[in-house]
């Protein structure tokens, strides 16, 4: 993260706040290349199972 981003957060955190970052689109061969290195459901979708019109995969024609 960085460090403004780690500023904002320390200081939200006092207030009982945090930052949320969503990572979710990207095309579907990059999901692909994630799953092969990572292969974790707790980080990254499996592309064979991810449904058409979802935003780590393109939208079905």
């Given at each position: 993260m960085p460090l403004a981003l780690q500023q904002v957060?320390?200081?939200r955190a006092v207030e009982g706040l945090g930052i949320k970052v969503w990572?979710?689109?990207h095309?579907?061969?990059v999901?692909?290349?994630m799953?092969?290195?990572?292969?974790d459901?707790?980080?990254v979708s499996d592309p064979a199972?991810?449904?058409a019109g979802t935003p780590s995969a393109p939208p079905s024609m």
């Amino acid at each position: 993260m960085p460090l403004a981003l780690q500023q904002v957060q320390r200081d939200r955190a006092v207030e009982g706040l945090g930052i949320k970052v969503w990572d979710a689109c990207h095309p579907l061969a990059v999901q692909q290349r994630m799953w092969d290195a990572i292969r974790d459901l707790r980080y990254v979708s499996d592309p064979a199972t991810t449904p058409a019109g979802t935003p780590s995969a393109p939208p079905s024609m």
